[in-house]
């Protein structure tokens, strides 16, 4: 699970920087990348992170 989190917030992050670049994707890349940010700070707290 853990290496899938990983892949889906590079890919966010990939994605809003093209946004923020191009001006398109909008509100859904923001919001994508938010939750992947909650999911990763969880995550992170509750020490179930593995590398």
């Known amino acids: ?3 899938i989190l990983w892949t889906i917030i590079i ?3 990939v994605l ?3 946004g923020l670049v191009l001006k398109i994707g909008g509100g ?3 919001a ?3 939750i992947a940010g909650i ?4 995550q992170l ?6 590398l």
């Open 32 to 34: 994508l990348l938010i």
């Open 16 to 18: 809003w920087l093209l």
């Open 28 to 30: 859904l890349i923001h």
């Open 45 to 50: 707290v509750t020490g179930k992170r593995s």
């Open 1 to 3: 699970m853990g290496k």
């Open 11 to 13: 890919i966010l992050i």
């Open 39 to 42: 999911i990763f700070v969880i």
